[in-house]
């Protein structure tokens, strides 16, 4: 299992080595050019080295933030952040009553979030340090098109980055990741650190939440991409309309200067529409005459595919990725495209897809193949877009054979996508194993009974012949998917793809669904692939 790092630990990997310390009085002057209400109580030559939310991360000298939270008011930690060494706190009125009995400067402000970013990027350095950014937001894709973009870039000789749900990267130096996007003062200091080891681009992904939750203002991207807008994240936006225009937000010329936006449905088509950064268009149908950039030609190339993506002059782009699955197509071309965007001329962008396969890229719980005989597959899927992409794609042509799935829903998201991802799950497989994804702090029974609920009204309604089981926990229903496959069948574990730990009432239990699934292959003398597993520690379904 990897390493638990304590947070003081993981915040001193995401800061750079060296920062220059700014005094209060340069944070107020931003504030007031930039028309905010601020004040500073106590000394305005305050020297700040750090700017940091959580009081455990503390590092000396660092500016502490306490915001008002879900729960709780951060004010309610500013003195273990003094204790650890903070030498000021940016709080708001309500945190000042308890703050100012601390003999420490304050930075009062009357929104706290709303400042973070640009703060952070001032202690930080961060617009002389940032490499180039490649952000890359939409319900399902967002992963595998950020490891493609990199992928692409040092094909190009590049010295890359890489933020997302599985990992943080500096160049080769991996962080675990703990959040699809880290807070705003994490962000910026990362961004300052990969300035000082050399990187020079950087590919991220940026989740609805980070956008609803500001973590990643104060940046400015060259070039973001979108994948697609299906349901999902409900508990947050409340509707698709809303969590439509908190996506939407990325594509504003103030964050990001090109925009590359897949219009394959009507979400799309919408934010090409609304973006106010220069649009870039992009369709995977060739009949899509609204698109600038068209996907043409596609045909099999081993597990995936190789095509075309002509631009509006007839210039075209060939390429293959042995990614399976249509989609992948899709996340392909979107990753091709954004680093056109960027400005890379075409033909050394055609001589690096040519000489270095960079779309074929190993990406962790996503579409993962654990062994052939059977096809044994994991892959993050958790909506019901996702789940009936990869069943669609990894159906076998061979006679008789079954698709088997397992798959769960977390608990504490959105509880209207239940039944729909049972009723997906039936009309795709047809064998349907219900189990537990990461329930929270949520009984996982009332989970699976909407789920179980959904499918059986599907096949009431179609009158399929799908088989479906409910066994929990989720380690038995992996062994019991693989206990009854034979070598031509195809057994999707579907939902937690890359995470090992699963959260059940506020416990982090060990479980990887590659590990459970190698083990049962194994059990029941099947031959897994040898390089079927790889762990990582992450988990952000946001």
């Not at 993981?10 to 050019?33: G, K, N, V």
């Not at 994948?227 to 947050?236: A, E, G, R, S, V």
Request: hydrophobic letters at 45%; a negative charge.
């Amino acid at each position: 299992m990897p390493e638990v790092l304590t947070p003081r630990a993981a915040e001193q990997l995401l800061r750079p080595q060296h920062t220059t310390a700014t005094a209060l009085s340069i944070l107020l002057e931003h504030l007031h050019e930039t028309g905010r209400g601020a004040n500073i109580i106590g000394d305005p030559q305050q020297k700040i080295t750090g700017i940091c939310l959580d009081s455990r991360a503390i590092l000396p000298g660092d500016l502490y933030i306490a915001a008002p939270g879900a729960k709780f008011h951060g004010v309610q930690f500013a003195e273990s952040a003094r204790e650890a060494g903070a030498a000021a706190i940016l709080t708001d009125m309500e945190g000042e009553a308890v703050a100012s009995s601390l003999g420490m400067s304050l930075l009062l402000v009357e929104d706290v979030r709303e400042v973070i970013g640009e703060l952070s990027a001032i202690i930080y350095g961060t617009d002389e340090k940032c490499p180039e950014l490649f952000a890359l937001t939409g319900t399902n894709g967002k992963t595998t098109t950020t490891y493609m973009i990199r992928s692409i870039l040092r094909a190009l000789g590049r010295e890359t980055g890489l933020v997302g749900t599985i990992e943080i990267a500096a160049g080769h130096t991996p962080i675990p990741s703990i959040l699809t996007t880290p807070e705003a003062p994490q962000l910026h200091g990362l961004m300052a650190r990969m300035g000082e080891m050399g990187v020079d681009t950087a590919a991220m992904e940026v989740s609805s939440h980070s956008l609803s939750y500001k973590r990643v203002d104060g940046l400015r991207f060259a070039v973001s991409g979108f994948t697609n807008l299906t349901q999902d994240h409900l508990d947050l936006h409340g509707s698709m309309e809303e969590y439509f225009q908190t996506k939407a937000a990325l594509f504003d010329l103030e964050r990001s200067d090109r925009a590359v936006i897949t219009i394959d449905d009507p979400w799309g088509k919408a934010m090409a529409e609304q973006a106010t950064a220069h649009v870039w268009t992009l369709a995977s149908e060739e009949t899509n005459s609204a698109a600038q950039w068209r996907i043409t030609n596609v045909v099999p190339h081993g597990l995936g595919h190789g095509f075309d993506l002509q631009g509006p002059d007839q210039e075209v782009l060939s390429m293959v990725t042995g990614l399976p699955g249509d989609f992948n197509v899709s996340n392909a071309a979107l990753a091709a495209l954004m680093v056109l965007a960027s400005g890379v001329p075409l033909e050394m962008l055609q001589h690096a897809l040519d000489t270095h396969d960079p779309l074929t890229v190993e990406v962790p719980g996503r579409m993962q193949v654990i062994s052939e005989k059977p096809a044994a597959i994991v892959d993050f899927a958790h909506n019901a877009d996702a789940l009936a992409r990869a069943l669609d794609s990894v159906r076998s042509p061979v006679q008789g054979s079954k698709v088997i799935v397992v798959f769960g829903a977390t608990g504490e998201r959105d509880a209207t996508k239940r039944p729909i991802m049972g009723a997906v799950a039936a009309s795709h497989a047809d064998v349907v194993i219900i189990t537990d994804d990461d329930p929270h702090s949520e009984d996982p029974a009332p989970i699976r009974a909407a789920l179980l609920a959904g499918a059986h009204a599907e096949i009431a309604a179609k009158t399929l012949n799908s088989e479906v089981f409910e066994v929990f926990p989720r380690a038995d229903a992996i062994a019991a998917a693989v206990a009854m496959a034979t070598e031509d069948d195809t057994i999707l574990v579907a939902g937690r793809g890359h995470e090992v730990f699963q959260e059940v009432m506020g416990v982090n239990l060990e479980l990887d669904d590659r590990t459970e699934l190698r083990q049962a292959l194994l059990l029941n003398g099947f031959s897994p692939s040898k390089h079927g597993v790889d762990s990582f520690d992450a988990k952000d379904k946001g």
